[in-house]
């Protein structure tokens, strides 16, 4: 499906999705628990259905109406072969493979989309290493085998998921287990989120640098209601679509406290020069002078594609730099953020592991290749408002992978005639 959207600035209020992050722990957390949990999610996107999908082959009862999503946790093992369709979730993948470990069970992954290609080693070592058996066919991932507990150590430069799906399978096993985390660790934030589950879940466990203490045989302990905080990551490409206009754009429902690295989003609006006002749970992006900069991908990479577009219209030149991680997402996200400002008419250059972006006062529009990547297509939707033709968005419908209602709440906001 194209989508055309028509150019100019934009301006309105917005209510942010539920966290795609936290959704995807608080699902595991509450199926592996000891009591059954609802859960108040107000948006279901594709990944959070493909955790809701697999954990209920594992066994997990889930219930879902009006917002709502009750959990009933597993209590025995499957014997027969549980089919587990992941889709393009990496989080659901790298998140629920320990876990399927850690209960003995005989699965299959089934991977759509980039996924088959996206890598999973030194995590499928050390699973091998410790009593699995993994066998990859095509989009298919073979698992058998249970998990022992002892000393796993996992590099932190390649997916903070890596970490964080340990981090809920090691609780589970029948003894005690440490986990080493080596290298420079990036994306700490998200690593967080996962502490702060297990601790929301009285999870015992120490940390001492990146060295876990884990005790074994312990279930999650949520609360018997827990609600799903608004979602920094899909709330950026609103933000920064209120950089472009006077009136400005605000997005509600966002937890001034939250641990979710995306929040970082803020910060970085305000370094570009954005002005940026937080009251309570609502924040509100207007113009302001917007001047290039240089930014760090290492902690924030869903960022990129969207802090793109704002570099192609502030002045001199912004540098991403550390995004290498970039090429292995639903698309080859260094590539695909440069084509699509480049058929903007925009000046771009793609270096091995970052961008530099030459800012200008508007761009031109045209039709773009979201290349099936939600990012890339709801940050050219974002980029119609510093166009001076409308933007054709191919393949508009990927956005159903973390915000089913984007195109809807776009459509919402008022169009100010320049």
Known sequence: MNRTVRAGERSGTVAAVAS???????????????????LFCRDLSKDILATVDCLRALGAEIKMEDGAIAV????QRKKELCKLPCGESGSTLRFLLPLVGALGVTAVFEMEGRLPERPLAPLDEELTRHGMTLRKEKNLL?????????????????????????????????????????????????IMLTEQTLKKGHVVFTKEQNNYQIKGAQRFALGREETVEGDYSNAAF?????????????VTGLSPDSRQG????????????????????AVTVRRGRLCGQTVDAAEIPDLIPVLSVLAAVSRGE?????????R????????????????????????????????AESLQGGTVDSFADHRIAMSAAVASAVCREPVTVQIAECVQKSYPRFWDDFDRLEEIDR
């Open 318 to 326: 912004t540098r991403f730099v550390h995004a290498g991680r970039l």
């Open 328 to 359: 292995l997402k639903e698309s080859d996200r260094l590539t695909a953020t440069a084509q699509l400002l480049t058929r903007l008419g925009g000046r771009v250059e793609e270096l091995p592991d970052g961008l530099r972006i030459f800012g």
């Open 262 to 281: 995306d929040r970082r989003i803020l910060s970085v609006l305000s370094r570009f020069g954005a002005e940026v006002t937080v009251r309570e749970d």
């Open 238 to 250: 609103f933000l920064v679509l209120g950089a472009f206009s006077e009136r400005g754009v605000t």
């Open 20 to 38: 795609k992050s936290m959704a995807h722990r608080l699902l595991i957390a509450t199926a592996f628990g000891k009591q059954k949990t609802v």
């Open 72 to 75: 009933d946790p597993i209590v």
């Open 142 to 190: 073979f698992c058998e085998g249970k998990l022992m507990p002892g000393q796993y150590t996992v590099a932190g430069n390649i997916s903070s998921q890596y970490i964080s799906g340990l981090l809920f399978a090691l609780p589970l096993l029948a003894g005690d287990s440490m986990l080493s985390v080596t290298e420079t660790v990036e994306s700490k934030d998200y």
